[in-house]
């Protein structure tokens, strides 16, 4: 009766679709029957059914009597009462057969109670308990029904009207007793399962079978069997559970899982069978594991995803040895048959990447594997917290252990660090079921980009998760890309080495309350010292250092009260004396106390060599009771057969409060309960709260699926992304949402995160769902000025607090703190007071017993602290100072929180820094400098700043007592004897001062100020190493900041972010700023600052007042609203069908310019694009000749071939000549094209040039805005010799600012002054600016390669040019403007036009010279132009370019002015270029010359078609400096003093030779110079102070002279 009471009540609570099929069932019966009335008349439940045989005393007294048959009739026995209960359960019928048949065999009880379980249901264990009691009966009873026949208790239908009879003898109905053989009974079953195939869907009562899995190994049978209601709520314990109550807790035991039994095909694999890079890889093993066996194939044969779950302690991590060995195998070299391995290993081509989740866990990750792979000279490297890893050391090392929080940093950051990510081919995971922890958002953050990375540029980045069992692995697995069938390993508790009891122990009482400690402290004490009875040691695991001590007092004492002190005492080991010995040598006096009664203490905070005494003694069982911290689990391998977890509240200082023991770290406690090889079991009690007890049930034993805690940290990890350049759009965004583990989890779990099934229904791929979060996310960003969102065309573009907040992992929340607390000028008081508002901090609370000691420590730090020891941000504010003072709290949580305050408070000053640096506020940004190294240093910026050397402690004493008002200059300048004295010390103690103080880094500034227009004015900054270099001190650099502020010190108008180098001596930097011609500043002051040294600044005043700037130009045509000419003005037909072929008719420019230029022989200057009037020539006289000097031979080039197309038709020769034969004596009309350094040389060198002098007619000098000292010189000498010969002087420029003085060199008429802005330009051009904060890197080209492919679409199939800084850039930046064109159009033709057909392409590539460095591009529309290609490849990519076959041209800077072709879209990636100093392997950052940018703005200039568009890309400090000269025309200024000029060359020949007889005649021929003309408008700019031009080159002269 119990028993169907209980199945009758589990049916009438279990859950709607468990019941369903049950209640359909038991209503169809009901329905048969009659019952009795009120009255005793029969009422029938089936109108159409009258009863008529129901005896007058018969009644059913409930649905029971109905449902358990017979179960009242005395004679029926107790099998019918299980036959009734079996048959009452849902879906039975179809497995009494197997039923049959397993209680049928021979097997003991022991043997088949598992299985029957598994059959029948965990729900109903105590049912199949009585089955095996009763066995003979219920196979009878069994046998019976099923060969037709129905027992007493459940009979077919009978032919009666009133359906069964009930209670009382009922009517033997006949049965039919076929034999019950194996194929009827098949039959049977298939029969069953095809009824249940052809049910309706979505009754709640057909059920998919569940997917076989081939690598799922479980000892039960339906792994997730235990989870049946969508929430997870409802489960069950495994098999053999106990559960008992005390008076003072609750205890559930749970016993060891059951072995799964080998398959067929397992076997374990003898390391000798691996190959030689495996083998030597796995020392002192004979065999792999069973579950390394299993994973072998798969880990080390294939590069599949993979995600493998097995229990502590399995051995995972020689499973992710072996995919580590995978990599490194696929990166050796096949054809060096060398037989030293790691010889053939090319450790450049690779990274791996294990993340793990704790500092302890990655340092014992590094020490195993580096040891392991330290013969094939692979290096592990640790890169957790604020570690950071240089290049070098990046470039060395093949392996990088880091945390989730690390490898999120260091891939959001595109340069240094983060390039590492571009070579990672591995990505291991360890301990993935974090992702149900809050740092679960993380993990997800990482995998999502790591996956998107692989599919962005096409690399193969394996993904390997490893984790401890969990429930619903088929999702971690799905969100990590794991192929289910292939990488997906599941091994379940019962594959640990050493079978785990645990004990899950529930303390009665208040949490935290005294009653409840002194509960835990009884339990405690009573398990341990039961355990110590039998013979086994315990390790008691507690959560703070000084808990150890008092846990291990506290079992000591009630040992002594109990009697029992004598059990844990070790005084008979062998080795006690020895070990008593070397204990009394510790310092640390409860160590030595303790151990005399057998117990030992193990925390981070004692000496490791007292740490490692613990180990080694206890490991020698001279130690019964190991008292210790969980630290001791994670970093050391030190098994107990039990482990005890005395409580489960941890602090946790990031939180600022007590939260619950992280299951990570029980699992890892449990992991070390047993002994694997000296004992075959463990046990693991963990005592918590009574409260808690079902949480660590449902934790431990894998009941609840993990969820994704990503929506927490959604936004910020939105705003990393589109920093990151990897979202640019809402739509890219919802994309990236679609790789992260909330996606999965929102299709299988919608309750959980808000939705409803009909939203699923709807929408299956969530796409509305994860717009709105996305919407959501950037809307709150673009609040807190992170993002500019669009929401008409949902674009995503970052700003600068954006890209900080990502680089320095910065809360959007506190952004929004800082939007509104940060201002212009700050004290340190007030910067403090804002960091301490910061988000990040919000967990911190002041706790009463806090209060009394942060008020004393309020009142010795320097700040004053605003909200004092009341609130949290006091509380932080002074945490801080304490900090940096170096006081050390007393309270342990305290010590906890200032250590969090600390290492977060040194993360958020640094970006607050930036982000004032970005807004150009000098005052802040010099304060938050100095908070930064305060924090960073532990120094106060008003504190000696030689504390930052290793100087002894009575040195910096005496030092700050008696020197403290000496500059370290002065002290640098004194001799070791002087500074003995002054610190009343000796001479040793003062050489040590001298060293330090000369070490200090510091600089040396001097400048010069260069104006370059009438408001703008260049600072040419000359910085010089002012210290000595030493390697241990400096390292391999210094960085440093330098920038120019305003005269108050509020704004930063310039700066710049620079590094010494031991190699350096000097830097050179030029500042460009605006000086207002109305108000002039004073000054402008420029600033040094270390960015790593307290005190180590420099600043020099740089006075405006007796600054002569030059006057403004007034010298600027306007473009004249005039008819365009055509080209039959020329009034040459041959000439105009020339030109005809290249334009259609005259331009505005050209048109408004004809006249002068063609029409008279005045000097003329030109500063625009335009055509130059070179037909003057045709009504020269037959033996004149015109003279083309252009600044490179490139131009050179270009014009010759421009002139050679046009000389047919003039009856005139052009040559290209050098030198020697320039002035040849000319026989008919000609033109010669030179180069200035040709035409210089030709001049210095020859002495009869009269008479070819006397021919010329035209001087044409090209492209004048790259005027240098050659070019000047060579043109100031010719005008020099001409001034007497009738010869016309034609320049032409680029746009230029100031262009009288240029044209008063020419001797240029007014009239004939062509000056034009850049505006003016008659063809349409576009012009867009986008800016970078990325250092120069290869990442910063990654960054830009997005925007570049966006603009290159823009022109809808048009050509574009493409402009790189070097030749090693074309190709990289090629692959990634390919692989951004794949990823959007999701083809692999890339930019190659769809009407291009394969046999033409392949008739072209056939052609090329270097085909395999090529062909791949140029198949994908994208080639390249520079003089490393071979010259027919060369022309064969202009030829494919012309045709619009390659749409994209990728150029180096250099190449800017060889490439002969135009584009409707240029891109220039960026305005830097790496330039070696000769002489030596120092490599400087340059910034591209002005004329190289308008040259390459000039390919985008096109005389027909659609507007040009031009694309600049470049670093945020130079963008004002580049668009106000795009703008406004160039600078053009003499260098002809500049140093290392020819000028002082060239003097000292022609003196030597007698060509300048006397300094007057040096004085003549330097009027002839440009330099003459600007020496008198811009003094300042030559450090001149007068503006008497003669006076001027006199002194120059005289300079010459000495």
């Not at 402009?1363 to 159009?1385: G, H, K, N, W, Y």
Request: hydrophobic residues 40%; negative net charge; glycine residues 6%.
């Amino acid at each position: 009766m119990g028993l169907d009471l209980a199945g009758h009540l589990e049916h009438l609570v279990s859950t709607v679709e468990e019941s369903a099929d049950r209640d359909k069932r038991l209503l169809d019966e009901w329905a048969k029957y009659s019952v009795p009335g009120e009255f005793g008349n029969h009422v029938s439940l089936d109108c159409n059914d009258v009863p008529t045989d129901l005896d007058d005393g018969e009644r059913w007294d409930s649905v029971l009597d109905f449902v358990q048959g017979s179960s009242r009739d005395v004679n029926s026995s107790a099998d019918h009462s299980l036959l009734n209960a079996l048959l009452a359960k849902p879906d039975v019928e179809h497995l009494l057969p197997s039923l049959v048949s397993l209680l049928s065999s021979s097997k003991p009880d022991d043997a088949i109670s598992e299985g029957l379980v598994e059959m029948i249901g965990f729900d109903n264990i105590e049912l199949s308990m009585q089955l095996l009691a009763n066995r003979q009966d219920a196979v009878r009873e069994l046998s019976v029904y099923l060969q037709g026949g129905q027992s007493a208790s459940r009979p077919s239908e009978p032919p009666q009207t009133n359906g069964r009879s009930k209670g009382k003898q009922r009517e033997e109905t006949s049965f039919h007793l076929d034999q019950l053989d194996p194929a009827e009974a098949r039959r049977r079953m298939e029969e069953a399962l095809r009824a249940n195939a052809e049910r309706p869907l979505f009754t709640g009562t057909a059920h998919d079978a569940p997917e076989v899995l081939p690598h799922v190994y479980t000892s039960a049978s339906v792994v997730q069997g235990n989870m049946l209601s969508h929430l997870g709520t409802r489960y069950l314990l495994p098999m053999g559970t106990t559960r008992r109550d005390y008076d003072d807790y609750e205890e559930v035991t749970i016993p060891p899982a059951r072995t799964v039994p080998p398959r067929a095909s397992e076997r374990l694999i003898p390391v000798p069978e691996l190959d030689p890079l495996a083998r030597g890889s796995f020392p002192g093993y004979s065999s792999l594991n069973r579950i390394q066996s299993i994973v072998y194939p798969t880990a080390y044969q294939s590069n599949e995803n993979m995600l493998i779950c097995a229990p502590t302690g399995a051995g995972k991590t020689d499973v992710a040895m072996l995919t580590v060995l995978r990599v490194l195998d696929q990166h050796r070299s096949r054809s060096d048959t060398s037989s030293n391995i790691a010889a053939t290993i090319d450790r450049d081509k690779f990274k791996i990447i294990y993340v793990a989740p704790m500092k302890a866990l990655a340092s014992e990750i590094v020490r195993k594997l580096g040891k392991r792979l330290q013969w094939l000279s692979v290096r592990v490297r640790e890169l957790t917290g604020d570690m950071q890893l240089t290049k070098k050391e990046i470039a060395e090392t093949q392996i990088i252990v880091t945390t989730p929080e690390k490898w999120d940093v260091v891939t959001r950051k595109p340069s240094g660090e983060g390039e590492l990510a571009s070579k990672v081919k591995l990505l291991i995971i360890d301990e993935v079921h974090l992702l149900n922890d809050e740092r679960g958002a993380v993990i997800e953050t990482i995998v999502a980009r790591t996956l998107r990375q692989v599919e962005s540029t096409q690399s193969v980045i394996r993904i390997v998760g490893l984790s401890a069992t969990l429930p619903n692995y088929l999702d971690v697995a799905d969100f990590l890309s794991v192929n289910r069938h292939t990488g997906l390993f599941y091994f379940d508790s019962s594959f640990r080495p050493v079978p785990l009891e645990q004990h899950f122990i529930g303390v009665r009482g208040k949490p935290n309350s005294p009653q409840a400690k002194k509960n835990l402290d009884r339990v405690t004490y009573e398990k341990v010292s039961e355990l110590v009875r039998e013979g086994h040691q315990v390790m008691v695991f507690v959560h703070a250092r000084k808990e150890t001590v008092k846990a291990a007092e506290a079992i000591k004492e009630a040992a002594q009260a109990d009697g029992s002190l004598d059990d844990f005492s070790c005084v008979d080991h062998p080795q006690y004396d020895i070990f008593r010995r070397d204990i009394s040598q510790s310092r640390n006096k409860e160590m030595r106390q303790l151990f005399d009664h057998g117990f030992g203490i193990h925390h981070a905070g004692m000496l490791r060599t007292d740490r490692n005494m613990m180990e080694r003694m206890f490991e020698a069982r001279a130690i019964k009771v190991l008292c210790c911290t969980a630290t001791l689990a994670w970093g050391v391998n030190l098994p107990a057969h039990a482990v005890i977890i005395k409580g489960t509240q941890v602090y946790d200082s990031s939180k600022g409060a007590f939260t619950d023991l992280s299951v990570l770290d029980v699992l890892q406690v449990f992991g070390r309960a047993g002994r694997p090889g000296l004992e075959d079991s463990g046990v693991g009690f963990i005592c918590t709260s009574e409260d808690k007890l079902t949480h660590y049930l449902d934790a431990v034993t894998s009941q609840v699926p993990i969820e994704s805690k990503f929506v927490a940290g959604m936004i910020d990890s939105l705003n990393a992304e589109i920093a990151l350049g990897t979202v640019a759009n809402v739509h890219d965004a919802v994309q990236w949402l679609g790789y992260t583990y909330l996606f999965v989890r929102m299709r299988k779990n919608p309750f959980q995160y808000g939705m409803g099934w009909e939203e699923i229904a709807e929408d299956p791929y969530l796409g509305a769902k994860r717009n709105q979060l996305i919407t959501s996310a950037a809307l709150q960003l673009a609040e807190a000025r992170m993002v500019a969102f669009d929401r008409q065309t949902g674009s995503l573009v970052c700003t600068d607090l954006g890209r900080i907040a990502a680089k320095y992992y910065i809360r959007h929340k506190s952004i929004e703190i800082f939007n509104e607390k940060f201002r212009p000028k700050m004290s340190e008081a007030d910067v403090l007071a804002m960091l301490s508002m910061s988000t990040e901090f919000d967990q911190i609370q002041v706790r009463e017993n806090e209060v009394k000691e942060l008020e004393a420590m309020m009142e010795a730090v320097p700040c004053a602290v605003k909200g004092g020891t009341e609130s949290s941000q006091g509380k932080v504010n002074i945490l801080l100072q304490a900090y940096i003072s170096q006081q050390r709290p007393e309270d342990f949580a305290l010590v906890s929180d200032q250590a969090y305050a600390a290492q977060n408070g040194g993360r958020i000053i640094r970006a607050l820094l930036e982000i004032a640096i970005s807004r150009k506020w000098a005052n802040v940004s010099a304060v938050l400098m100095g908070m930064s190294k305060a924090i960073e240093k532990r120094l106060w910026p008003f504190d000696n700043p030689l504390k930052q050397f290793e100087l002894k402690a009575d040195v910096l004493y005496n030092l700050e007592r008696w020197a403290d008002d000496y500059a370290v200059s002065e002290l640098a300048e004194m001799s070791a004897e002087e500074l003995g004295k002054l610190i009343h010390l000796n001479e040793r103690h003062g050489s040590a001062v001298r060293d330090a103080a000369r070490q200090f880094p510091t600089a040396k500034i001097t400048y010069n100020l260069r104006p370059l227009g009438a408001d703008v004015l260049k600072i040419a900054v000359k910085v010089e190493r002012a210290f000595n270099w030493s390697s241990k001190v400096h390292g391999s650099a210094e960085p440093f900041w330098l920038w120019v502020e305003d005269h108050d010190g509020t704004n930063i108008l310039q700066l710049s972010h620079l590094s010494f180098r031991p190699t350096t001596e000097s830097l050179d930097i030029d500042f460009v700023i605006s000086i207002p011609s109305q108000k002039r500043p004073a000054s402008v002051t420029i600033r040094f600052v270390s960015d790593r040294w307290q005190g180590a600044e420099e600043e020099v005043e740089a006075s405006l007042e007796e600054l002569v700037m030059p006057s403004s130009s007034e010298s600027h045509t306007p473009r004249l609203d005039i008819p365009f000419l055509p080209l039959s003005v020329i009034q040459n037909p041959p000439l105009q069908e020339v030109i005809s072929r290249r334009v259609q008719g005259f331009n505005a420019i050209q048109s408004q310019v004809f006249w002068s230029v063609v029409k008279t022989r005045l000097h003329t200057l030109l500063c625009a694009p335009t055509a130059c009037g070179k037909e003057t020539l045709h009504n020269s006289p037959n033996a004149s000749w015109a003279l083309v000097v252009a600044p490179r031979r490139s131009i050179a080039l270009e014009v010759t071939s421009d002139l050679r197309q046009q000389s047919r038709v003039t009856d005139a020769t052009v040559d290209f000549v050098g030198s020697d034969r320039l002035f040849d004596k000319p026989t008919r009309k000609s033109v010669r094209v030179v180069t200035a350094a040709d035409l210089f040389h030709a001049l210095s060198r020859q002495r009869n040039i009269k008479e070819s002098l006397s021919k010329l007619r035209l001087v044409l000098c090209e492209s004048l805005e790259l005027l240098d000292a050659v070019y000047e010189l060579g043109v100031s000498l010719l005008l020099h010799a001409t001034q007497t010969y009738p010869v016309r002087f034609l320049g032409l420029s680029s746009s230029l600012n100031d262009p009288a003085d240029l044209a008063a060199w020419l001797d240029v008429d007014p009239l004939a002054l062509h000056s034009f802005r850049p505006s003016d330009r008659d063809q349409a051009l576009t012009v867009s600016t986008q800016t970078f904060t990325i250092p120069h890197s290869a990442a910063l080209f990654k960054a830009m390669a997005k925007p570049a492919h966006s603009a290159i679409q823009a022109a809808h199939g048009e050509p574009a040019i493409v402009f790189v800084p070097s030749r090693t850039q074309c190709f990289p930046v090629a692959r990634d403007l390919i692989t951004q064109c794949a990823l959007e159009m999701e083809t692999a033709k890339g930019y190659l036009p769809d009407d291009v057909s394969v046999e033409r392409l392949e008739w072209y590539l056939s052609r090329l010279q270097d085909a395999a460095g090529l062909q791949d591009f140029l198949a994908r529309g994208v080639g390249f132009f520079h003089d490393g290609i071979a010259k027919a490849d060369r022309l064969l990519m202009l030829e494919l370019y012309a045709e619009g076959i390659l749409r994209v041209l990728v150029v180096p800077r250099e190449a800017c002015w060889t490439l002969p072709v135009r584009a409707r879209t240029v891109v220039v990636l960026g305005t830097q270029y790496v330039r070696v100093v000769p002489g030596t392997e120092e490599r400087q950052v340059r910034e591209y010359a002005l004329e190289e940018l308008v040259r390459m703005q000039g390919k985008a200039v096109r005389h027909r078609g659609a507007a040009g568009h031009f694309h600049l890309f470049c670093q945020a400090e130079g963008k004002d400096t580049i668009t106000r000269f795009l703008n406004d025309g160039l600078p053009l200024e003499s260098t002809l003093l500049e140093e290392g000029s020819v000028l002082r060359g060239w003097y000292r020949d022609r003196r030597r030779d007698g060509g300048i007889p006397d300094k007057q005649a040096a004085v003549d021929v330097l009027s002839f110079t440009f330099l003459a003309r600007r020496l008198v408008s811009n003094p300042a700019y030559y450090d001149a102070k007068s503006t008497a031009v003669n006076e001027l080159l006199s002194r120059i002269v005289d300079q010459l002279e000495a």
